[in-house]
């Protein structure tokens, strides 16, 4: 009891501390919000000279905290990660993204503490714990996901306001860097540090190498494509066409994807707000919902203390944390993370090395010709992956061993715990409704006591007979038992002692550890399925990018096939290694070096850049060959729109159907199907002793 009250004091104060803080915080963002990246300044007369000193001390308090933190081991390592997310948005200003990191650090460890110790008054137990610390670490990523979302969001935002700041200025001077430099001054603070940097890289003296470093850098795709459209102009020049600049059109162009863009999200969000909660709300109420059964009918204890009512604990875990996590897929951005080129190192390479793993991922691989093998290839060299066919079955085998690993042991720990069960927990009383009186619970644990004594004694022999046990209990009861109490209590301990003997590995258990293998060692495979359908969409941005770059080259003068790959080559992403080799082997014979790009990417809508680029080699001007952009470029974009409704229609019918599965899921499984079964074997009970009336 007295732990209970240190927690309920620790609850209380954390709650008051999180509260303030946060009050602080939204105060603070409000009041400096045009303000963040400015150094401060003297504070003006009168009450701004508290608030003034109030975001001093808040600022400071922010960066010690920073300091400090990253000389605490694994606080640093969590800091670290936090900054690498957020790096790409809050670019090139140290103060202010150790100022972001260290709010979104402290909001987030104070949540998920507070929701720990709230979790763990409900229900104190050592592995409930657990299993709240392992589910404090997936949301722990993904609310970092959230925060990252919301920060890109706002980026998208400022980014249409400095467009268009930038076409007026571009319409004024008619110089792409004066127009930036100018937007860049008047612009909100993320947006205008990212065309800061932009306009300083295209100044430089090498803008092609910085602007090379700013691509590994951009947080999205857009600034990229906004990088590249100005270096591109100012290295060869504008024209004006009958539809106007091509520069501005350029403009136009980027400023329709950002507002498709954000419609899209914008819809995403509104159609699954609050799933998150909804489906995190059943973590709270499994055990109020057990305490208040167990009270309510003493007959479901049979069912909550069984293998079976763990078993579907776990489950209903399992599904709130499945939930979570795929209604946080289906929020995220589908804008790809890849890399190519990335050579980091991967925890697969280092288990390669070890001789056991190797022959073991030698013998589970298929071997090179057969048509597995053409198939695992093909379907990583469409995905992208950064791994090697080796290590990619490295991490099958290691996959497969884990669940394995996990499912024997899980089932070993729920063997052992039936049997802690039928030795230690009181008897229960043949009654369906109301709650056990205090006498009755007392009644429960002494003859449990009586009955491990009796088994004790029979040396917990499977084959004891119902005379060794009655003549036991003859002897361990002190008053004597009536014959109807002497058989109750005997059949009792054979059940007891049949149960205990029956709580060994079976040979269904081994088939069921060896599915979960199975499930394992195919898990990484099927995400790569999985991956593939996501890419699909990202492939077509890469495409439509392409676009936008090729309808400006085409009108520039003395332009070349090899110059047109080399600027799809500073926008590439996924195609980035196919373009390069392609480069790589230009010189050797042009068309020669496209078939084999053309052969080596398996997607449609690439390949017929490739065509066009195979036909101005040597047949016909590159203006003739893409003289159909405008026309595809607009059916591409309404495509796009239409796959997009579609998208969303589709993930907001899966967002309902995944955010309230763990509900019904702790209702069904937790609640009504065990009251309903064990309602038929009460009834079973009482109609027998009606029959012996």
Known sequence: MGVKRLLFLILIISLALFAVFYAVMRWLNNRSQRNRLEPLSEPGPGGLKDEFMLRKRWQQFLQTAYVVSCSVPLLSAYVRKIRKRISGVHAYEEFYL???????????????????????????????????????????????????NRLERRLLDQMLDVLSDIRHRYHQHGMVDEALQEAAESADDVAGLHTRK?????????????????????????LKAFAGISFMIMEFGDKVKEQGSIYLQGLSGLTKEIHLEILRRSKLDYLLKGLNVIALVPLFFTKPIERWARSSFPAMDEFYMSKLGYAAKILIYIVIILSFVLLQKLQQNDETTYRAGRNSRSWEEVIFRIPLFRMVAAWAAPHPGTAAYSKVVRLMKETGTELTYEWFYIRRVV???????????MTLYLHQMSRHHILHDPVIQDSFFGQTTIAQQEEGKRLNSRDREVMRRVNMSPDATYAEIAAQLQQTESKGLGKDQLVDSAN????????????????????????????????????????????????????????????MLREMDRISVEEILEWMDRFAVIFKIPIQKCLVHYDHGAEMALQQLKEEVRFAEFQRIVDKLLLSVEKIPISQAFDDLEGEMSFYFEQRKQDYERIIDTKAGLGRLIGFAPMYSLIFIYLVIPLIAMSFMQMNIYYEQIQKI
């Open 98 to 148: 150790r100022h972001e990191v260290m709010k979104v650090a402290l909001f987030i460890l104070g949540t998920l503490g507070i929701s720990i110790a709230v979790l763990f008054l409900l229900n104190p137990s050592l592995s409930f714990l657990l299993l709240v610390l392992l589910t404090a670490v997936v949301i722990n990523s993904l609310l970092i996901d959230t925060v990252v």
């Open 198 to 222: 932009i306009a300083e890289a295209l100044i430089s003296n090498n803008p092609s190498e910085e602007l090379e470093k700013y691509y590994e850098a951009a947080p999205n795709r857009f």
């Open 399 to 409: 996959y497969s061993l884990i669940a394995i690993t996990v499912t024997l042991t």
């Open 492 to 551: 009792r301990i054979l059940g007891k002692l049949q149960a205990y003997h029956n709580e060994y590995f079976k040979w269904w258990e081994l088939l069921m550890c060896l599915f979960a293998g199975m499930f394992g060692y195919e898990w990484p495979f099927l995400l790569l399925l999985f991956q593939r359908k996501l890419r699909y969409m990202d492939m077509r941005h890469e495409v439509y990018q392409y676009h936008t770059v090729i309808s």
